[in-house]
């Protein structure tokens, strides 16, 4: 489904875990991608594909080889992305996109400040949840991209929130 989203030549944000993880073989089919992460195993699956790859330096962290911290968030600044894509720990459509890590929060939301549109990849076991950092109100992501699991009052409130939904 991510293929469909983006398109050749996009300028991509794109966070650390293992559903974006798995959406690398995706995107290095897409032609003319310049990517932006702080995920190292994201980089270096990428690295044999086209895409310009931006990794961002910061604290390394061992358990998702991953950057974080203020570094990471001033690199942040130095880009515009017509896209980011993110996972995130849960999703309330009535409260918005939330993380369990205030680290991988405050990415998401420097992510989402210099990008033009949000994507969410979230499966169907992340909604209705909270978790304890925000990263944003459910207005702010344009699309989802979720399994055909999700129930259907979810899917009937992202809707009516404006959030376009791909399962």
Same mark, same amino acid.
């Given at each position: 489904?991510?293929?469909? #989203?983006? @398109? ?8 650390? %875990?293992?559903?974006?993880?798995? +959406? @690398?073989?995706? /995107?290095?089919?897409?032609? %003319? /991608? ?9 980089? !270096?699956?990428?690295? &044999? ?11 390394? %962290? ?9 570094? =990471? ?9 017509? &896209? ?5 720990? +849960?999703?309330?459509? #009535? ?6 890590? /205030?680290?991988? +929060?405050?990415?998401? &939301? ?7 549109? =949000?994507? =969410? ?13 925000? =990263? ?11 399994? %055909? ?14 959030? !376009?939904?791909?399962?």
């Amino acid at each position: 489904m991510l293929g469909r #989203a983006i @398109a050749p030549g996009e300028t991509i944000f794109i966070d650390t %875990g293992s559903t974006t993880l798995a +959406a @690398a073989d995706t /995107l290095a089919a897409i032609p %003319g /991608l310049t990517i932006i992460t702080n995920s190292c195993r994201l980089a !270096e699956r990428l690295g &044999r594909s086209d895409a310009i790859i931006h990794l961002l330096g910061g604290r390394y %962290g061992a358990d998702n080889a991953q950057t974080t911290g203020s570094a =990471v968030i001033q690199q942040l600044q130095a880009f515009r992305a017509d &896209r980011a894509v993110l996972t995130v720990s +849960a999703i309330d459509p #009535a409260i918005g996109a939330m993380d369990a890590s /205030l680290d991988e +929060a405050d990415i998401a &939301r420097a992510m989402i400040r210099n990008a033009r549109t =949000v994507t =969410v990849l979230a499966d169907a076991t992340k909604f209705g949840r909270q978790a304890a950092h925000a =990263v944003c109100d459910i207005d702010q992501i344009d699309l989802i991209l979720s399994d %055909g699991k999700l129930q259907r009052a979810h899917k009937e409130a992202l809707i009516d929130r404006g959030v !376009e939904l791909w399962t």
